[in-house]
Every structure is written in structure tokens, then in C-alpha cells.
């Protein structure tokens, strides 16, 4: 989950509704693949985040913190099951997917490395897939990495959003490397006139002069819950906002 504090409590968004903000922003680029790996990229944007632990109604802490408020995605221990499971889902939609999947979990995980054995055995098993289907779809690793980027990319931007990370006084945050085809090596974001205003993308990397993109939010009004089960109790109940912003050039 990413949590953010309101006035009363908290603003829960799913991170399987992050990554479908995330392919709602790579969707709107030109297509810069044949059809088929165009699609697949879309799809390894939309569901990189999928295979969460399923804690709702259980017992037990997972989705807390020790005091007892909803943990933050980045509050959770590495969980060597779920990346093994979005690994393991990707597979079944062909290797472009796979490969695009492992990327990212290289990304997100090669700092780890030289840490549990098993870890260091994940990462060596994601590099050897890697490899294999690089060569087995006749591509380069510039080609598999061009596309990777769009996924890191748009990810990143997903997250800004949905974190609530547009920096204050109309001040610019990075997003990350543009894949290939723009003259500026990075991209930048912004919020010039402040919240509730358009979000000002530099340079600007979509086919349509402006863009509305929105995912949709759960608004807890309470501090703590006791455990799991009562967190998903309350996210059950809890009423459900959409978040929208429109996205302009600079």
C-alpha cells in the first residue's frame, strides 16, 4: 500500500492502482514498438506490482506498523515470495513480458545483493532469465533496456504522483532518464501554480498536448487498528475517492 496522512487519518492507494496509474502514462506515449511487444510492455506496467501478499481479513501485523498505522509499502520487509509470484504470473504471457518483469526486479533488488544467500540466488537466477530471453527474442540489451526504461519511467512518475512528492513553491523533481528518442538525457516534473493545478511535464514525452490520468484512493478516518483484519475491515468500508491530475508541457 502507499499511505498518506490526512487531517483525520489516512489516504490508502493499492499499489496494483499505482501501476495501473503507471501504464495510463506509458500509454500515452507513441508507440515506439511493433504491436505485440508494445502491448506487452503496457501489460508488464500495468501488473509489475501485482502478487501482493494476500493479508486482508487475516490475523497478525503484516499491513501495520508497531504503532498500529497502515504500513507504507517502503515499511515492508523485501518479500522474496511476491517477486518470485510477479516473476512466476509473468511467464505465463511469453517471454517479452518475463524479460521486461525481471528487469525491474533487478533494479529494485540488485542493491541487496551480498545480503541472504537466497537473495543473492534470486538476483542470479533473474540474470541468467535475462539473458536467455534477450537471445531467444533476438534482441540486443540496449533494445531490452530502451523499453525497460519506459516501465522505470513511468513507475517513477506514478509514484510521484501517488506519494504526493511534487515539491512545494513550484520547485522541479526528477523523474529519470527518458528512453531514447528525446535530446535531454533526464525528465523533470512539476506543480508551478500548486496542488489541484496542472502538473507540468519537461520535456514533454506524450503524443497528445495535454494529459488527464487519475487512480482511485481509500479514505481511512482513523489513526491505528488492532490488526490485520481490522485494517481490512475498515479499507472494506472505507469511501473511495479518485485522484485526477492533468499533465502539460513546459
Not at 220 to 243: G, K, S, Y
Request: hydrophobic letters at 45%.
Amino acid at each position: 500500500m502507499i499511505v498518506n496522512p490526512t487531517p483525520t487519518g489516512w489516504q490508502i492507494i493499492y499499489q496494483q492502482a499505482h501501476a495501473l496509474l503507471a501504464a495510463q502514462l506509458a500509454w500515452a506515449w507513441s508507440p515506439f514498438l511493433p504491436p505485440d511487444r508494445w502491448v506487452g510492455l503496457l501489460a508488464a506496467i500495468a501488473q509489475h506490482d501485482d502478487e501482493q501478499a494476500p493479508w486482508h481479513g487475516r490475523g497478525g501485523h503484516h499491513g501495520l506498523t508497531p504503532a498500529g498505522a497502515p504500513a507504507n509499502f517502503t515499511q515492508v520487509a523485501f518479500s522474496h515470495e511476491q517477486a518470485l509470484g510477479v516473476l512466476h504470473a509473468a511467464r505465463f504471457q511469453g517471454r517479452w513480458r518475463s524479460l521486461l518483469t525481471s528487469l525491474h526486479l533487478s533494479t529494485l533488488y540488485e542493491p541487496m545483493r551480498g545480503g541472504p544467500a537466497h537473495i543473492d540466488a534470486f538476483l542470479e537466477e533473474l540474470r541468467a532469465g535475462q539473458a536467455r530471453w534477450t537471445k531467444e527474442l533476438h534482441l540486443t540489451k540496449t533494445q531490452a533496456r530502451q523499453a525497460y526504461d519506459l516501465l522505470h519511467w513511468a513507475d517513477r512518475l506514478s509514484l510521484i504522483l501517488c506519494r504526493q512528492e511534487l515539491p512545494e513553491m513550484g520547485r522541479e523533481v526528477e523523474i529519470s532518464a527518458l528512453p531514447p528518442g528525446h535530446q535531454l538525457h533526464a525528465s523533470y516534473v512539476s506543480q508551478p501554480a500548486g496542488p489541484g493545478t496542472p502538473v507540468v511535464v519537461r520535456p514533454w514525452p506524450f503524443a497528445a498536448k495535454e494529459l488527464e490520468v487519475s487512480v482511485e484512493t481509500q479514505e481511512l478516518p482513523r489513526l491505528q487498528f488492532r490488526d490485520d483484519a481490522d485494517l481490512a475491515t475498515a479499507l472494506r468500508q472505507a469511501p473511495i475517492a479518485t485522484l485526477r491530475w492533468t499533465l502539460r508541457a513546459g
